[in-house]
């Protein structure tokens, strides 16, 4: 899947933009600030059916105005075209419709247009907490797991309800606990059981990825922490439920899962210099593209490159430029403030590509680079 054409209206910074992409490597260019990052935020948008930036979508309006259209133009593997469009105006819900069909759950959406995208929010995959680690598994797997995706559902809403009970005033009814906290044991084994079996296949392809980035120079391991993995979740729950009664939420459960992160022995977060950090979280994102273009819907994902040349070294950028030049990726989005880096990209590219500049929220293409490049 490739995006051909996307029409953005009144989203973020850009008022009204008109693109027509390359299906192989599309560079935009630009300052800070003038909207590289909302343009890939808007192909971002078309996956996933919510900004990588701002979960309130009302928010993602054009300062002044009452609404935001994005409006994307696909073609498939097989060559057939698919049309994605999603419109909100304030205080309405927002409409995301497949070839002008309106969805009626947007998780029926996700995973038609597989995609992985690399920005400089990714460091708080090592310095926040686990919950943003949760949310890169979760990103990964439901992208081609629909069973996992609704078992998550499912299992949020339980651990919302039994949450419920836990903060009233009175005594919860044992017999509305149970229920809950069946539904949460159930769901959560699936998630778990998928986690599980998602972290020993993926593993081996990040630290390959990390191996050829640093040409060897360091080791790298991620271990996947669960309650689950000490004993029956359903028990587990009821154990600790006079506990949880206390605090007023659900202290165990998959939704404390976290992921490991190591360099070496000792965790990245602690040990590891910007430029190491950099090169863990490239790795883990172009294995998250592999793992996809594996395990998906036969689909090679769209990837998006904002800023990723910040903070590594000659030898590193040069290892990333060699990988994304290759054959093995498909459609890719990449910004830069540096045109050095763009410029060693293109010309290791054999074929079409694409060049844009951003500026205050509007956005050209630039032909004549193309030509002088040749």
Same mark, same amino acid.
């Given at each position: 899947?490739?995006?051909?054409?996307?029409?953005?209206?009144?989203?973020?910074?850009?008022?009204?933009?008109?693109?027509?992409?390359?299906?192989?490597?599309?560079?935009?260019?630009?300052?800070?600030?003038?909207?590289?990052?909302?343009?890939?935020?808007?192909?971002?948008?078309?996956?996933?059916?919510?900004?990588?930036?701002?979960?309130?979508?009302?928010?993602?309006?054009?300062?002044?105005?009452?609404?935001?259209?994005?409006?994307?133009?696909?073609?498939?593997?097989?060559?057939? =075209?698919?049309?994605?469009?999603?419109?909100?105006?304030?205080?309405?819900?927002?409409?995301?419709?497949?070839?002008?069909?309106?969805?009626?759950?947007?998780?029926?959406?996700?995973?038609?247009?597989?995609?992985?995208?690399?920005? =400089?929010?990714?460091?708080?995959?090592?310095?926040?907490?686990?919950?943003?680690?949760?949310?890169?598994?979760?990103?990964?797997?439901?992208?081609?797991?629909?069973?996992?995706?609704?078992?998550?559902?499912?299992?949020?809403?339980?651990?919302?309800?039994?949450?419920?009970?836990?903060?009233?005033?009175?005594?919860?009814?044992?017999?509305?606990?149970?229920?809950?906290?069946?539904?949460?044991?159930?769901?959560?084994?699936?998630?778990?059981?998928?986690?599980?079996?998602?972290?020993?296949?993926?593993?081996?392809?990040?630290?390959?990825?990390?191996?050829?980035?640093?040409?060897?120079?360091?080791?790298?391991?991620?271990?996947?922490?669960?309650?689950?993995?000490?004993?029956?979740?359903?028990?587990?729950?009821?154990?600790?439920?006079?506990?949880?009664?206390?605090?007023?939420?659900?202290?165990?459960?998959?939704?404390?899962?976290?992921?490991?992160?190591?360099?070496?022995?000792? =965790?990245?977060?602690?040990?590891?210099?910007? $430029?190491?950090?950099?090169?863990?979280?490239?790795?883990?994102?172009?294995?998250?593209?592999?793992?996809?273009?594996?395990?998906?819907?036969?689909?090679? =994902?769209?990837?998006?490159?904002?800023?990723?040349?910040?903070?590594?070294?000659?030898?590193?950028?040069?290892?990333?430029?060699?990988?994304?030049? $290759?054959?093995?990726?498909?459609?890719?989005?990449?910004?830069?403030?540096?045109?050095?880096?763009?410029?060693?990209?293109?010309?290791?590219?054999?074929?079409?590509?694409?060049?844009?500049?951003?500026?205050?929220?509007?956005?050209?293409?630039?032909?004549?680079?193309?030509?002088?490049?040749?």
């Amino acid at each position: 899947m490739w995006l051909k054409r996307i029409s953005i209206l009144k989203y973020k910074n850009l008022d009204q933009v008109e693109l027509s992409f390359s299906p192989k490597m599309n560079c935009i260019i630009g300052q800070n600030g003038m909207g590289k990052t909302n343009l890939m935020d808007a192909v971002y948008y078309l996956s996933f059916c919510k900004s990588a930036t701002n979960p309130v979508d009302s928010q993602n309006i054009l300062h002044s105005e009452d609404f935001f259209v994005l409006h994307g133009h696909y073609e498939t593997e097989a060559g057939e =075209p698919e049309e994605v469009y999603c419109g909100l105006k304030r205080r309405q819900k927002k409409q995301f419709k497949r070839n002008k069909k309106e969805y009626q759950r947007l998780s029926d959406h996700i995973g038609l247009i597989p995609l992985v995208m690399v920005s =400089p929010a990714d460091s708080q995959l090592i310095a926040g907490g686990s919950e943003e680690r949760r949310k890169f598994i979760d990103v990964v797997i439901s992208q081609f797991d629909r069973e996992y995706l609704e078992a998550l559902i499912r299992y949020n809403k339980a651990m919302l309800q039994r949450n419920t009970l836990l903060k009233a005033d009175v005594e919860p009814e044992e017999e509305l606990m149970n229920v809950w906290e069946e539904m949460m044991a159930a769901s959560g084994e699936v998630v778990y059981r998928k986690r599980q079996q998602f972290i020993q296949e993926f593993v081996p392809i990040f630290q390959s990825y990390y191996s050829y980035i640093s040409q060897d120079r360091e080791q790298v391991s991620l271990t996947y922490e669960s309650h689950a993995s000490q004993g029956d979740l359903l028990t587990i729950l009821r154990e600790s439920r006079q506990r949880d009664r206390i605090m007023g939420y659900s202290l165990k459960g998959i939704h404390k899962d976290d992921l490991i992160m190591r360099l070496g022995e000792f =965790p990245i977060k602690r040990e590891g210099s910007q $430029g190491q950090n950099k090169t863990f979280l490239i790795a883990l994102k172009l294995s998250q593209f592999e793992f996809l273009k594996r395990t998906g819907s036969q689909t090679t =994902p769209i990837v998006l490159l904002d800023d990723i040349f910040d903070k590594l070294d000659a030898s590193r950028v040069e290892q990333i430029v060699k990988l994304v030049s $290759g054959d093995a990726f498909g459609q890719i989005f990449i910004t830069d403030t540096n045109r050095d880096h763009l410029d060693q990209i293109l010309k290791k590219i054999e074929g079409d590509y694409r060049l844009f500049e951003v500026a205050d929220g509007m956005v050209h293409e630039r032909k004549e680079e193309q030509d002088e490049t040749e």
